[in-house]
């Protein structure tokens, strides 16, 4: 709910016209590739909600056993509820893209808030998380640079052992701003590194479940980094951790 919380903040302004085609042009391919995925995702917890629950209607789960499909029911529709959560906000960013305005931005007044608002959860997950570096504008929405931050930082703090650490870190160039977010968490399979950025995706599904979350992240920082031309480097290694490189191209220079 904090997520959706901090978005909301960040929705405000006006958008100039002539970028208001490409961003709603976007949003739009979001939103269907968003519809076809949900359907199914939500189809799975349900269909074991209604197998559970028919079971327990019919008499048959011995009296032993009864606790456990109940936790299951449980464990399913909460699921949902976060997942009902994320197409929620996602359809309130979809609306929103239509009211942001490209402005100034610096990157590192953006890492500011996202720390600041990241940090109940760095603390009860017993992890430090620190920003670093130097003002560094781009000509972006403020709003999207948010969430690519946020999200970022959310998955260093989630994907993290107790007493890891989180570094986020702002560097100014020329022609480029460079953000990177560095954890020495759980890490990344090679062999998923690629698809983290899908849609739902999930890896070891086991652990995700335990930290929750819907799979969403890493794609709305895709789709928002695309937005401003940039680009995303991914180094990450099992047991060691992981680090997130962006790279923002200034106006003029792309
Ligand atoms: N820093 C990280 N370290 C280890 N694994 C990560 C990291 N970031 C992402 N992942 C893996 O990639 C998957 C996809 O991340 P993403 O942020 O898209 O979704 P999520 O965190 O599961 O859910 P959401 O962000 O929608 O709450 C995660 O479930 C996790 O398995
Ligand atoms: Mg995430």
Redesign the pocket.
Known sequence: MK?RNFIYDRLSSRIASEERGKVQREAERMRQEFTANVSHELKTPLQSISGYAELLKSGMVKEEDVQQFAERIYSESQRMI?LVN?ILELSHLDEGMGDMVREDVDLYEVAIAAVDSLKEEARSANVSLELTGEKSVINGYSQLLSLIVY??C???I???NPRGS?KVDINDFNDRAVLT?N?N????PLD?QD??????????KS??KE???????????KHATAIHNGEIHLV?VLKY??T?TITFPKEGHH
């Open positions: 997520k976060t994320d999200n970022l959310e998955n260093g989630k994907y993290n989180v977010v954890d968490g759980i890490g990344i998923q698809r983290i950025f899908e849609r739902f995706y999930r890896v070891d652990h995700s930290v929750g979350g819907t799979g969403l992240g890493l794609s709305i920082v990450s951790g992981t997130i």
